[in-house]
């Protein structure tokens, strides 16, 4: 009995990351469609211009890349106090 209601809870489950990763490609598609025209992007002595979409790529790698380091970082500190 209690197994069929775990199988039944993690049958829900998938559906739900199903619908989620779904919804998700589907706002991806939308943003990538709507993003398409070129910018002027300047970086210190760089200048170039590129379309927004991979600006917006770029940034969010770089806030993500730059978000997990400072959790490293942070999760190794409170290890070597310990």
């Known amino acids: 009995m209690k197994i069929e ?3 039944e809870e993690d049958i ?3 559906k739900i990351k199903l619908a989620f990763l779904l919804i998700l490609s589907v706002a991806l598609v939308l943003l990538v469609a709507q993003n398409t025209a070129p ?3 300047r970086f210190l002595w760089l200048k170039s ?3 927004v979409i ?3 790529f770029l940034t969010s790698a770089g806030g993500f890349v730059a ?3 400072v959790a490293l970082l942070l ?3 409170t290890k070597s106090k310990q």
Do not use: T, W
Request: glycine content about 4%.
């Open 5 to 7: 209601r775990e199988e």
């Open 39 to 41: 910018v002027q992007a």
């Open 49 to 51: 211009e590129i379309p």
């Open 12 to 14: 829900v489950m998938k």
């Open 75 to 77: 999760k190794k500190s």
């Open 54 to 56: 991979v600006l917006l």
């Open 67 to 69: 978000g997990l380091l």
